[in-house]
């Protein structure tokens, strides 16, 4: 099935799916009032749905530690989105899965709240920080906002709570740079603000460590895998400020940003500047990995 000319996009909530313009929740849902539920960010390549399960899997696991108790099983809400996207009809996409704790009253207490609100978007997107970064690289600054803790709202959880990257990606925007590149209250490196980040020093490929309270990242995980498959040695480890802005290359992966290569901090550029041989390695191997109908549930 193909989508019918100028038709809007499906959003599923709840079971059933209305045309974009239609599909509301209310004011007292305690995903607007208090950002309290989880979400996923998913692609779809060529008709294939991109680590559903693993996104799936996620999903779970931040509610689990919300106490939100998602009002289907695993299996069930991977049949939903599958629905969704069918429904659709578009074979190149990109879907926010979202359970909110649903509609509640003024106050916090989540006991309050009826059943949990389980939305399905699916639209046309863009690599979110614009085509042509691949081969330029981004600037990038270190923000003064530090990661959330581990022993707080961590971003270990994937909640409706974005708000700690929203204010260090505004300080970015002020700077004139693309993201930031976020410390944890260490001040060791923790992740961009909806990206996770490596580096590369003397052939190694180093990321942070999930302590630092970063969001552990489904593409995070593929580029772990591609590199040992390409015999390149990975370090989860502590990063400092200083190894970030004298390594050899660095670069951000996030479903959102798929991967993109980091040119400068600030006006210091990393290594010189421009995408460097084991991202492009990387790069060419992850463009096959995420068409890899096994890598993947398909919705068609
Ligand atoms: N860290 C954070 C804080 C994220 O939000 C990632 C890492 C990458 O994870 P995945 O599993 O996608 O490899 C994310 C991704 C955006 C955007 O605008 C990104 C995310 C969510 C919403 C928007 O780039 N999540």
Redo the contacts with the bound molecule.
Sequence with gaps: MSPQEGREPLVYINGELYPKSEAKVSVFDHGLLYGDGV?E?IRVYNGVIFKLRE?VD?LYRSAKVLRLSIPMDREQMVQEVVRTVRANGFRDAYIRLIVTRGVGDLGLDPRKCGRPNVIIIVEHLEP?LGSGVREKGITVIFSSTRRDPVQSTS?EV?SLN?LN?ILAKIEAIEAGADDAIMLDSRGFVA??????VFIVRNGTLITPPVTTG??P????AVVIEIAGKLGIPVQERDITPVEFMTADEAFV?????ELVPIGYVGKVPIGDGRPGPIFRRILEEFNRYKVDPRNGVPAF
């Design positions: 979400f960010g996104h996620r979110i971003h994937k974005y990257s992740e961009a603000t909806g990206a996770n970063i969001l990242g489904i593409t995070r992966t996030g479903t959102g940003a």
